[in-house]
């Protein structure tokens, strides 16, 4: 493992403490085709915290990690940006068809240009630097996910964002992937924002979770998690059978473009409130 070539160049760029704020948004709303994907969303990733977006399907969770990264356009409120910072980036699906031939060596310099050494040093921070030469259709999805997110340090990330990190992962390798994530997090004293669809794996690693169904559900630490049956009927009975839920009472429902629905809230998409 070679550490000093991708460790930070302090002349070039200093770090800030732990705890600052690097990436955020105040009041983000995303409206397309006259729908908003997400509105009204707070958030902030500070340094040495993995922050982790859970939600339903379709409750905008790639939409507002691509409006932080300037992928998405936002039209209401601010991403805020802490001047400097350097993102890295693992997408959910990658523009490259996983059945045309392709090295990792290849892969990992599609966006980026980087040296052979760095390739390979950014490979071995995930374990993966044996399979700099191999097939990209070869590898497992664990494999495959190892090395995107290697991709993703090359550039020297101050917040590593990640869309589903353990998507065509068994269940053994998300924990070692998450694991894998808050050593990284430990190494780079990095912030890592990253996706998940649910909670029962990604509450092990993380500081703070945001609960996204079009707009901010709840939000707060991992300590408060609970169980709950409207969480359950959200996220899968899976979760309630690994893991503690985050806790808070029930006490609104979400249509299904997310928007807040009082009175009989059991005949809707998903049925839950706030504590705070
Ligand atoms: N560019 C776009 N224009 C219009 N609608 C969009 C656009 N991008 C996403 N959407 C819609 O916005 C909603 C939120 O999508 P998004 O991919 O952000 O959700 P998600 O929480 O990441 O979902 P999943 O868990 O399925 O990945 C979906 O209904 C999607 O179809």
């Known amino acids: 493992m070679n550490e000093t070539v991708l460790s930070r160049d302090p002349a070039v760029q200093p770090q800030s403490p732990k705890g600052a704020p690097l990436l955020g948004c105040r009041d983000l709303g995303v409206l397309r085709d006259g729908r908003w994907l ?7 990733v500070r340094r040495g915290e993995i922050v982790s977006i859970v939600g339903p399907n379709g409750g905008g969770k790639t939409t507002l990690i691509k409006s932080l990264l300037g992928i998405m356009r936002p039209s209401a409120g601010q991403v805020t940006r802490a001047a400097g910072i350097r993102t890295g980036y693992v997408p959910q699906r990658l523009a490259v068809d ?5 090295s990792v060596d290849r892969l990992m310099t599609l966006v980026r240009r980087a040296s052979r050494a760095e390739i390979v040093a950014a490979l071995a921070q995930t374990g993966s630097d044996h399979l700099v030469d191999r097939a990209v259709q070869e590898l497992s999805g664990g494999e495959f996910q190892r090395v995107l997110i290697a991709r993703a340090l090359l550039n020297r990330p101050d917040v590593l964002v990640l ?10 390798g998300q924990v070692e992937l998450y694991r894998l994530i808050a050593s990284l997090r430990d190494r780079y004293d990095c912030g890592v924002l990253l996706v998940s669809h649910d909670l029962h794996v990604v509450m092990r690693e993380t500081d ?4 996204l169904a079009g707009h901010v559900c709840c939000t707060g630490a991992p300590g408060d998690v609970s169980r709950s049956p409207e969480y359950t009927r959200l996220f899968g009975p899976t979760a309630a059978e690994t893991l503690a839920i985050y806790q808070h009472a029930h006490d609104h429902a979400h249509g ?7 009175g009989d ?9 706030h504590e705070d």
């Open 163 to 172: 869309d589903e990190p353990v998507q065509s992962v068994d269940f053994t």
């Open 208 to 211: 703070r979770v945001l609960c």
């Open 256 to 262: 299904p473009a997310g928007e807040i629905v009082t």
């Open 265 to 273: 809230a059991h005949n809707h998409f998903h049925h839950h409130g």
């Open 38 to 44: 997400i509105r009204g969303v707070d958030l902030d």
């Open 98 to 102: 996983r059945t045309m031939p392709l």
